[in-house]
């Protein structure tokens, strides 16, 4: 994929955040996409009105610290993107964005659990954890974020009263994990006036994962 290709692919998931409904009031999220040692990254602008004038690309080994071009705000949270790029090879796009069910499961501190079936099959195969609140960009939060993405299983997590990032291989995966995640964060809290959400069973996961692959050799 060109680079042109990527800013288009990185815009048309911006829009999507709108378009599903995983963008709270404001419009704020920040995406990113792994190029080779790249990094394409949203340097402000609404997400709802994204163009390749909001883009950016950086060196994944750059020092947030010493980037041009990106306002003090949007600084802090290039730590984040690049720091998890460099520990996880197998995560090639990043949204971190404040979807309203998903961020009620942030504020209150409780893990989204992984009730909902199209959780699993977006690859997320636990509850989604809490990482504990620390201020945004601080190494404390980063800290906190690495840690628990160190799991090769965690590929999403909720930011203590604050909000939420989803990897994916790329843009598409990681929209369809937060759009599963949203739905399932929003499902569980219905379910509380019905006397609460009930788990799958311990192998439900073993179980779609390899009823999936049956039905992709088959076609």
């Known amino acids: 994929m060109s680079k042109h290709e990527l800013e288009q692919q990185l815009i048309h998931t911006a829009h999507a955040l709108r378009?599903?409904?995983?963008?709270?009031?404001?419009?704020?999220?920040?995406?990113?996409?792994?190029?080779?040692?790249?990094?394409l990254i949203t340097r402000g602008g609404s997400m709802a009105e994204l163009g390749s004038a909001d883009l950016a690309w950086l060196d994944l080994q750059a020092d947030p610290q010493h980037v041009e071009g990106f306002s003090p705000v949007f600084r802090e949270i290039l730590a984040m993107h690049t720091r998890l790029y460099r520990q996880r090879g197998d995560i090639g796009a990043l949204v971190h964005c404040h979807p309203r069910y998903s961020t009620a499961f942030a504020v209150a501190q409780r893990a989204i659990p992984a009730v909902y079936e199209p959780m699993l099959r977006q690859g997320i195969q636990a509850d989604v954890p809490v990482v504990a609140w620390a201020p945004r960009g601080s190494e404390a939060s980063v800290n906190g974020i690495l840690d628990a993405f160190a799991s090769p299983s965690t590929v999403a997590v909720l930011l203590a009263n604050h909000g939420v990032l989803v990897g994916g291989g790329d843009l598409a995966e990681a929209l369809g994990r937060l759009t599963a995640m949203e739905e399932a964060a929003e499902l569980a809290l219905h379910a509380q006036a019905l006397g609460g959400a009930k788990p799958l069973p311990a192998a439900a996961y073993a179980d779609v994962n390899e009823r999936m692959q049956q039905f992709q050799k088959a076609s």
């Open 19 to 39: 378009e599903r409904g995983l963008l709270f009031l404001g419009a704020h999220a920040n995406l990113s996409a792994r190029a080779g040692d790249q990094l």
